[in-house]
């Protein structure tokens, strides 16, 4: 059994992806389940969670449709307008969707003072109520206010995204490190393995350039709040599905099979509280 817990769907338009530049320009058409479906099967991947990409009610309708539909879909971290004074209701209505496993709203392109919003706070704070976890996209210089916002919450649980982008293109490890370090002190909060090589130079990242953060990542969570993701499409413009998933298999081949299974299952299972989940059972054609 293994876990994808981060990958995207879209329907692509120029508006509303914007931040799909010509460096990016592989990923200007629709990335839909069918596309995804074949990605995870010759990639030996059984399940996936899909994430939010837009800032869109609309669209956390449409991936809870999606993991409706498709039993491999596990789960949906969606978006819900946290700050909004009305939150109460929405979080009522979309949480008993049993597919909403979580929420996010896309902090990268915040201020850090937005961390600090009463609002926001205040809706981030009644997930807890209603089991939903809550992913945190920052770039690592905003490393330092997410620790305050955690700090918060100290019963929330909380998924790191993409280790918090580090500057691998610059080959710094600090302070991202030290800041990375420090955030895992906190034992509610989980990391995904994903998005490393969009961090890296698309065409030429190497291997030996990747692996500092995806030990410092390894050292400061350990297997059991670390899971892969995949953070695919977007991870098209340096590697492909499979060979991402080749990526982390070769840097887990030293670890126990149980760290493993914990970075490719079980740690996601728990963060996202997922429920046991087995390939459906091939039925019978019907004539």
């Not at 190497?206 to 953060?213: G, L």
């Amino acid at each position: 059994m293994r876990i994808d817990a981060h990958h995207h769907f879209w329907h692509y338009t120029p508006d509303e992806y914007a931040w799909i530049d010509d460096a990016m320009a592989d990923l200007r058409r629709d990335f839909l389940p069918a596309d995804l479906a074949a990605e995870i099967s010759a990639a030996g991947i059984d399940a996936v969670i899909s994430v939010q990409a837009r800032q869109s009610l609309a669209e956390t309708e449409s991936l809870l449709a999606y993991a409706s539909a498709h039993p491999w879909i596990a789960g949906v971290v969606g978006w819900l307008p946290l700050a909004h004074p009305a939150i109460a209701p929405l979080l009522e209505r979309f949480a008993a969707n049993p597919w909403l496993r979580g929420v996010r709203h896309i902090l990268q392109a915040e201020p850090d003072a937005f961390m600090e919003n009463r609002d926001f706070n205040f809706g981030l704070s009644q997930l807890r109520a209603f089991n939903l976890t809550y992913d945190i996209l920052i770039y690592h210089p905003q490393l330092p206010a997410a620790i305050q916002l955690v700090d918060r919450h100290p019963d929330q649980v909380f998924v790191l995204d993409h280790i918090a982008k580090p500057a691998i293109r610059a080959a710094e490890l600090q302070p991202w490190k030290r800041n990375l370090i420090d955030l895992a002190r906190r034992p509610n909060v989980f990391c995904k393995l994903s998005g490393v090589v969009t961090e890296a130079h698309y065409k030429t990242w190497t291997w030996d350039r990747i692996v500092p953060y995806l030990d410092a990542a390894l050292d400061a969570f350990t297997p059991e709040r670390l899971m892969f993701g995949s953070d695919w499409p977007v991870c098209r413009v340096a590697v492909s599905y499979l060979d991402w998933v080749r990526t982390v298999e070769r840097f887990t081949a030293t670890l126990t099979a149980a760290d493993r299974e914990a970075i490719f299952h079980t740690t996601a299972a728990r963060a996202y509280r997922l429920q046991v989940w087995s390939p459906p059972t091939p039925q019978p054609a019907s004539f």
